[in-house]
C-alpha cells in the first residue's frame, strides 16, 4: 500500500502578531494527481507550498509527506526529504548565472552523494526530457525565458522525484512560452510525477484536472474537473479535432 | 491510515558531499566574483609577504653572517692595551708579542702600533686640523693573514717595503683621503712625510679599526715617524677548542706586571650580537606583520559576510534541493578557507620573491625557513577558518523560506 503523497491534517500556520496564513487546512493528495492551489495573493496559497515542500513546519496540524510525518523529522532528515522526494520549480528560475544549463541541472543532484560524471549525464537526460538536448552549454543568459524555466524543471526532475511543486511557473513568462511550460509538466504528470502547481491564474488552473482554491488561509473549494473534458476543451482551443 | 507511519518508512538519510565536490562549491563565489576575492587575498598575501620577507631577510642575514664567520674563522682574540688605574694609556711591554706566541695553542701573532703623533693628510696643502680621523699604525707583515684581512689594490707590506715610506691605507681610509688606487702615483702625507700608497684594503669584518688605518712597516715607523715600538693591539689565532683556555691566560701573558691594564676581546661576538639585536627589530616588524595579517582577515570576514547577504536566494535554492544547514556552512566556511589560502600561496611567492631579490641585490644566500612558510600557510588557514565562521552559521542559521523570499 502506498501512501499519499501528500496528507495535511488540521494544518494552522500562524506568524507572530497573529497573523493566520493558514487555518486548520486539511488536504489529501493522491500518486500521480496534477493539482492547483488557486487564490489571490495573500490567500495562504504561498505558505501552503512552503509547508508542502517542508521548507517551513506548521504551528500545529501533521504534515506527511510521501508518508513521513514531518514533525517526527530533523533537520537534515528533512533536507533528505527534500533532495529525495521533492523538486521545486521557482517563478524567477534561481538560475546560476555564467553557468552553462547541463551544470545548472546538475547542481541539482549535488546533495544526492553521486559522483560529477553522473550528475552530468543524468543532467543531461533530464534536458533532453524537457526538449533542451541542444542547449546544454548554453548559459541562463543565452536563453529565453520559456527556456530558462525548461532548464529548472529539469533540475527539479533530474532526481526523479515523486512530487514537482511549481510556484507560479509561469508568472515570469509570456503566454506562449507559458503555454509550453505548462504543456511540459502535464506530460510530466503523464509519466507519473505528482505535481502540485500554485497560481493566481485562474485561467491555469481551469485547465488542470483538480482546482483547490483558497482564500485567507482556508479552503474555499475543491474541484475535481473531468479531465477528458478538459482535454476536449484543450484541443479545441489548439484547433486539434 | 494509522498502519502508515513514519517509522515503516525507508530511513532518510543525508548523502555526505565530495570533498572535490565541497571545494568545487566552496569556489563559486570566488568564481562569479573574482575581483571581490582578489582583493580580499590581497589583503591576506600582504600580510603574509611582510611577514615572510621579515623572516627571509633575517635569515638570509643570519645565513650570510654564518658564511662571513666560518670563512674568517672564529678563533681571533685580539689584546688591546687598556687604560692603568689612574685612567692614563697602558703600554704593553714590547715582548708580549713573543710571550704570546709561546702559548702552545696559540697559531699565530700578529701585532699593530698606534702612532699618535703621525697624522695623515692627502698632501701638504691640507690645514693641520684636518686630520680627517685616520690612525696611523705600525703594522707587522703578518698581520693580513691573522686578521684575514684582503687586498682591494696593490700589495701588502713585505720585508723590503717595510723599511721604505710606504703605507696601506683601510678601505674607509683610503675612501676619506680619496685615493682610489694603489701605485707610485698615490702618496699621502704621513706625520709631514710623503708616503707612496701601496695597497688598499678590502672592510675587514674581524679588525674594524684597521679601516680607517694608515698602515706603515714596523722599522720604518721607528725609523721615520718616531714609533716607540710598543704594541697596541695584538691579533692572535689560535686552536679552535682550547679558544677560551687561551682567552684566561692571554692578559697575563701580554702584560705580566699587570694584566688588569689590557683589554683581551673576540670579534667576531661582536658581529653575533649585532645580528641578534638586528634579529630582535626583525621580531618587532613580524609583529607588524602580523597586525597586516589580521587586517586582512578582517577582510576576509567582510567580504564572507557580504557574500552570505547577497547569496540568500542561492543559500534557500540550495536548502530546497536537499543541502542540510551543515552543508550550507560547509560550503561558505570552504569559500573562506580557500579565500585565505589563495592570499596565503600569493603571500609565500610574494614574500620569497622580495627575499630573493634582496638576498640577490646584496650577494647574500636568500634563505626562507620552512617554518616561516608552513607557519605562513597555517596562520592563513586559521585566519580563514576564524573569518568565516560566523558568517557561515548565519548562512546555516537562514531558513529556506526567508532565504529564497529575498529579491
Known sequence: MTPPVIELSDVTKSYPGGVKALASVSLRIERGELTAIVGPSGSGKSTMLNIIGTLDRPSSGSVRIDGYDVSELSDSRLSALRGTRIGFIFQSFHLAAKVPALDNVAEGLLYSGLSRGERRRRAAVALERVGLGHRLDHDPHELSGGERQRVAIARAVAGDPPLLLADEPTGALDSVSGAGVMELLRDLNTSGTTIVIITHDREIAAGLPRQVRMRDGRIVSDSVTDVTEVATRRNAEFGVA | ?407
Open chain 2, 1 to 407: 491510515m494509522a498502519a502508515i507511519d513514519t517509522l515503516d518508512r525507508p530511513r532518510l538519510v543525508p548523502a555526505r558531499m565530495r570533498p572535490d565536490d565541497v571545494l568545487r562549491v566552496g569556489a563559486v563565489g570566488l568564481r562569479t566574483r573574482p575581483l571581490r576575492a582578489f582583493l580580499s587575498a590581497l589583503g591576506i598575501a600582504i600580510g603574509i609577504a611582510a611577514m615572510i620577507s621579515v623572516v627571509g631577510i633575517s635569515s638570509s642575514s643570519g645565513a650570510e653572517l654564518d658564511r662571513q664567520l666560518s670563512s674568517l674563522g672564529t678563533n681571533l682574540l685580539t689584546v688591546t692595551s687598556g687604560q692603568t688605574l689612574l685612567g692614563e694609556p697602558a703600554k704593553m711591554p714590547v715582548e708580549a708579542e713573543a710571550m704570546i706566541e709561546r702559548i702552545d695553542p696559540v697559531e699565530a701573532v700578529s701585532a699593530v702600533g698606534q702612532i699618535e703623533a703621525a697624522k695623515v693628510y692627502r698632501s701638504e696643502n691640507i690645514p693641520k686640523a684636518q686630520t680627517s680621523g685616520i690612525f696611523t699604525y705600525a703594522a707587522r707583515p703578518d698581520l693580513l693573514p691573522t686578521v684575514g684581512a684582503t687586498l682591494r689594490s696593490g700589495t701588502w707590506l713585505n720585508e723590503a717595503t717595510q723599511n721604505f715610506p710606504a703605507v696601506v691605507l683601510g678601505a674607509g681610509a683610503a675612501q676619506r683621503l680619496g685615493v682610489s688606487t694603489a701605485g707610485p702615483d698615490s702618496q699621502v702625507v704621513v706625520g709631514g712625510i710623503r708616503f707612496t700608497v701601496v695597497g688598499i684594503l678590502d672592510p675587514v669584518p674581524l679588525a674594524v679599526e684597521l679601516d680607517s688605518a694608515a698602515m706603515v712597516g714596523w722599522p720604518a715607523a721607528e725609523a721615520r715617524l718616531d714609533f716607540d715600538g710598543y704594541p697596541t693591539t695584538l691579533y692572535t689565532r689560535s686552536d679552535e677548542a682550547q679558544l677560551e683556555a687561551v682567552r684566561s691566560v692571554l692578559a697575563g701573558t701580554a702584560n705580566p706586571e699587570a694584566a688588569n691594564e689590557v683589554d683581551v676581546s673576540r670579534p667576531s661576538d661582536a658581529l653575533a650580537a649585532k645580528q641578534a639585536t638586528s634579529q630582535a627589530f626583525a621580531g618587532l616588524l613580524l609583529g607588524v606583520g602580523g597586525v597586516a595579517l589580521l587586517v586582512g582577515g578582517v577582510g576576509v570576514a567582510n567580504t564572507m559576510v557580504i557574500s552570505v547577504l547577497e547569496r540568500r536566494p542561492e543559500i534557500g535554492l540550495r536548502r530546497s534541493l536537499g543541502a542540510t544547514r551543515g552543508q550550507i556552512r560547509t560550503q561558505f566556511l570552504a569559500e573562506s578557507l580557500l579565500l585565505s589560502a589563495l592570499g596565503g600561496i600569493g603571500g609565500i611567492l610574494l614574500g620569497t620573491g622580495v627575499t630573493t631579490a634582496y638576498a640577490f641585490s646584496l650577494g647574500y644566500p636568500a634563505v626562507i625557513p620552512a617554518w616561516a612558510t608552513i607557519g605562513g600557510l597555517l596562520a592563513t588557514l586559521a585566519i580563514g577558518a576564524v573569518a568565516g565562521l560566523y558568517p557561515a552559521i548565519r548562512a546555516s542559521r537562514l531558513s529556506p523560506t526567508e532565504a529564497l523570499s529575498t529579491r
